[in-house]
């Protein structure tokens, strides 16, 4: 874990996205096993579901809003719990009454 939060702690250092990315890969993998959760559960705090997700674990590259959740949550600036509560109100009733009101 220490070493994960290493990884995002070093923010941008000059790497090639390559390389980033397959360690970004593999360590992410590495947690998740760790945590003994499925890629379903996993990605899911994320907004990215199971089958997006295991591309991601298998190189496709991660767009930058999951990028920033992953380096936020691995640094453990958010929680589980402030993903959680994220989540509800992006689908509360009240917030799609807000969204469609500004379309």
Do not use: C
Request: proline share 3%.
């Amino acid at each position: 874990m220490e070493l994960l939060e290493n990884h995002w702690q070093a923010g941008i250092q000059e790497r090639s996205p390559e390389v980033s990315s397959a360690v970004d890969r593999v360590l992410i993998i590495a947690y998740r096993k760790k945590k003994k959760e499925s890629q379903r559960r996993f990605w899911a705090r994320f907004g990215v579901t199971q089958s997006r997700g295991s591309r991601f674990e298998s190189g496709a590259e991660i767009p930058a809003p999951v990028s920033i959740l992953l380096g936020l949550y691995f640094t453990k600036t958010i929680s589980d719990g402030d993903l959680g509560r994220a989540e509800r109100v992006l689908y509360s009733q009240e917030s799609r009454s807000l969204i469609s009101l500004g379309q």
